[in-house]
């Protein structure tokens, strides 16, 4: 099992940046993919951007060129720099990790709120 904790999120003005982080712990060794998905209030979840152990990263369209993961494997550690907010960036966002099996964990979520 992994298990991901996330932090960073919070209220921030349009057009502000928040830095998300993502803590794994437990079998790490068999993560093959991290990465941030979101829920907003009445939609479904969906990818935000992921990041494999070498490094490849995946982002969603809407996100590109503002929203941007990264990873520390010496520290277990996922980020997610998120520029250039926007209030439709509103929602939950979740952790995810992703063994070479295809078995998925998930995070408990940390909401981010854009708003003036």
């Known amino acids: 099992q992994v298990q991901l904790v996330e932090s960073g999120g919070g209220l921030v003005q349009p057009g502000g940046s928040l830095r998300l982080s993502c803590a794994a712990s437990?079998?790490?060794?068999?993560?093959?993919?991290m990465g941030w998905y979101r829920q907003a209030p009445g939609k479904q979840r969906e990818l935000v951007a992921t990041i494999t152990r070498s490094g490849s990263t995946n982002s969603a369209d809407s996100v590109k060129g503002r929203f941007f993961i990264s990873g520390d494997n010496a520290e277990n550690q996922v980020y997610l720099q998120m520029n250039s907010l926007k209030p439709e960036n509103t929602a939950v966002y979740y952790c995810?990790?992703?063994?070479?099996?295809?078995?998925?964990?998930w995070g408990k979520g940390t909401l981010v709120t854009v708003s003036s």
């Open positions: 995810n990790a992703a063994f070479y099996n295809g078995i998925n964990y």
């Open positions: 437990g079998n790490i060794r068999r993560i093959g993919t």
